[in-house]
Structures are given as C-alpha cells and as structure tokens.
C-alpha cells in the first residue's frame, strides 16, 4: 500500500484489502501550512457497501471466543508498537502536538489494546435463581453488530482505539471514520491490522465527507451502532438523527472541566497538575482544565508560580526537541481562542501573560496564557476553549467552590487538590463529572470507566464497560420438558 510519506494519496483499508475509491484529500500540518499526505476518500456509495461488507463479516467474528479474538487485539497492538516511531511521527504533523506526547499517545494506545485483548474473554452472563419450578433463566450478552465508529482530531490515535479495540473484542465489525485532518495515523493502524489478519470486513478505514458517511452510517439498519467523540453540538444532531432507527449510541462530547485548588493543597503538585491538565496537547482536550479555581489564602502565590511556569513553556513546531505547546489545528480554533481573551479582558480579567503568538510564528500559534479575577459569565468560563487558556479565579469556601464547579451544562472531568482526605472525598462526590482526578491530574487509564454526566455524553468507554457498551444482554427462560 502507499505510506502516508509516499507521494500517491495513502489507500483506504476495505473489505481485506487497499483501494483508492474516490479523490484524493490532502493532509495539511498545522504548523507549517504545507501538504504533508493525502489519503483517497470513499463517497456515500461506497460506505453503504463497506457497511454490507462489515455484517457480511459479523457472522464469523462473532462466532470465534472471546481468547481468539484477544489474540488478533494482541497481535495488532505489536503492529502497532512495530510502528511506534513512524505513527508519532504522523501525529505529530497531521495534529501539531510536540512528539513526546504524540509518543505518549501510542503507548495509552498499546494499553488499551492490550486491556481489551484481555477483557475479550470476560463478556460474562449469569444464571438467575428461578422463582416456578421446572423453569431455568440464564442471562447471555453477544455482539451488537456492526459498529460505525467516529474519530476526533485531537488525540487521533488513542480516542480511535478507544471505540474498536472494545468493539473487537466484543466480536462487532468495525468502520473507523477519522477527522479529515488528521487520518494519515489511522492509515498505519489500519496497516497493524492487516497484517494481523483480522479477516476481511472486521475492520474498515472510511474516509470523506462527514456529512455523507455519517449520514449513511446513522440510516443504514445492518450498521447497529454509532460511537462518536466530538463537540457537544454535533452529538445533539447525532441524538436526532437516531431517532427514527432508535439506534443505540456512545457519545464522549464536549467538557469544561473546572481545576479546584484549596489553601491545603501541595503548591507543586497543583502547579504541576495546572499545567498538565491545562496546556497538554496545547489545551485541545476535552478534559483540559478550563476553570481554575484557587483558594483566597494562596490565590496570589499560585498565580504568580503559575505565570512564571507557564511564561517558560516553549511553543513551536512539534517536531522541535523540547517544544511544549505546538500549533492549534487550525486559524479557526485560534481565532476562538482570542475571542475568549478578549472577551475575558473586556469584562474584567487581568491578561498575565501570552495572548498572543509567539515571534516568528504564524498565526495557528498561542502562547501559555493565564487570566486573572475571570468573571463566571464570561465566554471562556461558559464554553470549551480548545487552546492553551487558563482562567484563574479566586474562592472562599468548600461550597462555594463545589457550586461554581457544578455550574456548567457539561460533566466530564473535573480536578481537585488538597491535602485533607476528609474534603477529597466530600468533593469529589459532590462534583458532577464523570472522571475526578484528587491530586491527579492524569486520571484516565484502560480499566476504569471514562465518560460523561449531563451533556457531556452518553455511555461510557474503557475499563468493564467500555466492553458493556458493544454488547446487548439476552435473557433465556427455558421451561421444563414434559
């Protein structure tokens, strides 16, 4: 097949084999604005045969154990690790983000792989005591078919493997749907795949307009399920669109996680979480802190740390040695980003540094900025500024801050450092997400649950339930033979 390095667009995975169905789309890096790749792009047509080809496949996927299937999720997750290099080189110029945390992406990438591989064999059922005599009830779960699975830009890797490594193992078929941006990684997984002979139909690599396939995706009937990552707006119309199929979806959408630091808490550990949970992948993650909230007594001591931390972040090209920050994925994203600082200064905020790109950089790039004194009603403390932002705003008290953390339509992450075990848990029980990281500002990990309260989201992903989510439960009764 063509490598995303060749000059010939890259080829779509399909049915078994590499094929160029339709025209090329051209893979453009953020930070330089030059073409890096194109991948061919496959129009409505072609998916609802995809789609055909995926159930055609069902049969015989589903129908192998549970250790079979964890077998094929091993060997890939070695086609992976085999590529490591060449996939974080891909990242990196398809999403902007340094390669350090491209490589950091492949390796939550092998785990969850590898997690999954294991959880295959685990799609347990159970034998319900029976309340008549002669009758027998068993409780089975089996694959809920073919999977259309809907892949975001910013971690293009990891948030992919989230949705197919669980639906494999389930034994459902797979199309994989990457963002146009950023589909060239996606090319060398489906490379791992081929070579670890997943039969032909179990996974598929889709490529095109989003309108169109999504549209064929969510009307087709033999596709039994759609998971999606992506904004909070594009999974209301997602809801809608399932109405007339009712058909079951995961969703992990938007996030406007709020970071709460008392007067207790370790200093470097919160100014080290700030950072983490804030500027990683440049602040383009759906569980990037975007309120900070610290506690009167240490307000001015942290921000005064956290600016000088922040002022020395480097920003650049991905591909430098040492750059923190890279580009934003496009003009688009960074012009939102100053919008929000703008707005944020116009009503009050103190700008305390960045705001604006560094020198010699084009217009995609943002320097770490932090704002001080932010008001709750401002644009970037109401929605999800995807950039390298950081609202800092001052609290008294534990209810006051639970109160203005709650205060949001989303529900995915939330962060809280103190030292005083007694208020960890009475936070993190009250705070309404889906994920609280307590002193941890890296909480996800392959066996625990990963999704969203209110609109963030539907369902969720790893740990046993992200299994749950491909499988539907089937009850048995069988009565007594005369």
Not at 12 to 18: R, S
Not at 23 to 51: F, H, K, M, W, Y
Request: a negative charge.
């Amino acid at each position: 097949m063509n490598s995303p390095s060749s000059n010939s667009p890259s080829a779509l995975y399909l049915n078994g084999e590499w094929k160029n169905p339709g025209p090329a789309l051209e893979v453009v890096n953020p930070s330089t604005g030059d073409v890096i790749g194109s991948i061919s792009t496959i129009d409505r047509d072609g998916a609802r045969q995809a789609i055909a080809d995926a159930d055609a496949s069902w049969a015989g996927w589903k129908s192998l154990t549970g250790k079979e299937r964890g077998a094929y999720l091993h060997a890939v997750a070695a086609g992976v690790e085999k590529r490591a290099d060449d996939i974080a080189r891909a990242i990196t110029l398809e999403n902007g983000k340094p390669l350090a945390q491209s490589k950091g992406e492949i390796g939550m990438t092998l785990d969850h792989f590898q997690w999954f591989a294991e959880e295959a064999k685990r799609s347990y059922g159970r034998v319900v005591p029976n309340q008549i005599p002669g009758k027998r009830h068993i409780v089975i779960r089996q694959s809920i078919g073919v999977v259309g699975a809907i892949a975001p830009w910013n971690f293009p890797l990891v948030l992919a493997v989230r949705k197919i490594a669980p639906a494999l193992a389930a034994g459902c078929p797979v199309l994989l749907k990457p963002a146009s941006s950023t589909p060239l990684s996606s090319v060398l997984l489906a490379e791992a795949v081929h070579e670890a002979g997943l039969p032909k139909g179990v996974f598929q690599l889709l490529v095109g307009s989003s309108r169109e396939l999504g549209a064929e995706l969510m009307e087709n009937p033999s596709c039994r399920k759609i998971t999606f990552t992506g904004s909070t707006e594009v999974g209301r119309e997602l809801i809608r669109q399932s109405a007339d199929q009712v058909k079951e979806l995961s969703m992990e959408l938007g996030g406007q996680a709020p970071l709460v630091i008392f007067n207790d808490a370790d200093m470097e550990k919160a100014l080290e979480g700030a950072l983490i949970t804030k500027f990683r992948n440049g602040g383009q993650s759906c569980i990037a802190s975007n309120r900070i909230y610290v506690q009167r007594g240490i307000y001015d001591a942290f921000l005064e740390a956290f600016v000088a931390k922040a002022s020395a972040l480097k920003v650049g090209d991905g591909m430098e040695d040492g750059v923190d920050i890279g580009p934003l994925i496009d003009q688009a994203t960074a012009d939102t980003a100053r919008t929000h600082i703008e707005a944020a200064v116009q009503s009050g905020a103190r700008l305390l540094c960045g705001g604006k790109s560094p020198e010699g950089r084009g217009p995609n790039f943002l320097k770490a900025t932090i704002l001080a004194d932010v008001p709750e009603d401002t644009l970037c403390m109401k929605e999800e500024t995807f950039a390298p932002v950081a609202p800092v705003s001052v609290f008294d008290d534990e209810d006051e801050a639970i109160q203005r953390a709650n205060n949001t339509e989303y529900g995915l992450a939330a962060y809280v450092f103190t030292e005083d075990l007694n208020r960890a848990w009475r936070v993190a029980e009250a705070l309404e997400a889906g994920t609280i990281g307590v002193n941890d500002s890296v909480p996800t990990t392959s066996q625990c649950p990963f999704g969203g309260m209110k609109q963030s989201g539907l369902g969720r992903e790893l740990g046993t339930e992200g299994l749950d989510a491909f499988l539907e439960t089937k009850h048995i009764a069988f009565a007594q033979i005369s």
